[in-house]
């Protein structure tokens, strides 16, 4: 399992503890750190079901300035978010070929 984490986040920590708790063992990435590529985003995306747009965080400051109200294709958000990584929706979570956003913390019990 991995758990793409911001530490300074309450729901990730939550999300975090909630796996911690299981037992399972997980690989903490702090994505504001180590970005993932556009690959791995896209990959993320196949596994959540979900469209770049829904992943965005749409109230930070960066996307209200930046990007509010603009239509980009796919590649384009993904490309977004790789150059501002603080964009990306906390946590997700992601086991095998499935994969949550941790909105609430509880939704990662889908994948224990």
Do not use: Q
């Amino acid at each position: 399992m991995k758990i793409y984490h911001n530490p300074r986040c309450g729901k990730s920590r939550a999300t975090l503890e909630l796996i911690n708790k299981s037992g399972v063992d997980v690989e903490v990435i702090e994505y504001l750190k180590e970005t993932p590529s556009a690959n791995d985003l896209s990959v993320l995306l196949s596994k959540l079901g979900m469209k770049p747009e829904e992943i965005l965080r749409k109230g930070e400051k960066l996307y209200k300035e930046e990007f509010k109200g603009k239509k980009l294709s796919d590649h384009a958000w993904i490309k977004a978010m790789v150059e501002n990584p603080i964009l990306i929706e906390r946590p997700i979570v992601v086991k095998g070929n499935k994969a949550v956003i941790g909105r609430p913390p509880e939704n990662v019990n889908d994948l224990l």
